[in-house]
Every structure is written in C-alpha cells, then in structure tokens.
C-alpha cells in the first residue's frame, strides 16, 4: 500500500448546496449566491486540505520508505479510522 495515495484520497472538495447555493462555498465549482462570501473558503475544505499537505509533507520526509508498501495480509487492520483521530 502506498501511503501517500492513501492520504491522497481524503483530500476534500469545496461545499456546494444544491438546493439552496447560498449556503454553498464560494469556492465550489459553482460558487455561492451569498456574493458578500468573497472567493474564502466557507466549507473548511481548505483547511482541511492545508493540514493533509503538511501530514504528507511530513511523512515524505521524516517517514523512511521501504521496498514493499504492501500490508501483511496475516495483519488484521486497526477497527478505527486513524486519519480522523489526528485531527
């Protein structure tokens, strides 16, 4: 398994409300109706994807890699979600 892919895929992806875009990021990909949001992030996704980039920044760097990233299939995985622990 390569981590880095792993961590990868819980990037996040700015809030749109389809029913009601005034509640939506004025970041998304359709932005919001609430004109006075500015271009900010509303949804927290940018925070979220800030603290993402430093986890793997870190893992790139202080984490030594290893031939095989394959888990050991005899090895049950954690029955918690790690990643949402850390925050």
């Keep these: 398994m390569d981590i880095i892919k792993e961590?990868?895929?819980?990037?996040?992806?700015?809030?749109w409300n389809?029913?009601?875009c005034w509640y939506?990021?004025?970041k998304s990909a359709d932005g919001?109706?609430?004109?006075?949001e500015?271009?900010?992030?509303?949804?927290?996704?940018?925070?979220h994807?800030?603290?993402?980039d430093r986890i793997i920044n870190y893992?790139?760097?202080?984490?030594?890699?290893?031939e095989?990233?394959?888990?050991?299939p005899n090895i049950e995985p954690p029955a918690f979600d790690l990643v949402s622990t850390v925050f």
């Design 18 to 20: 389809a029913s009601d």
């Design 49 to 52: 994807n800030r603290q993402l």
């Design 32 to 36: 919001s109706c609430n004109d006075s």
């Design 59 to 66: 893992m790139r760097t202080n984490v030594p890699r290893t």
């Design 38 to 47: 500015m271009d900010e992030c509303t949804c927290g996704a940018d925070r």
């Design 24 to 26: 939506s990021c004025p």
């Design 7 to 15: 961590l990868e895929k819980l990037r996040r992806e700015h809030y």
């Design 68 to 72: 095989s990233q394959d888990p050991d």
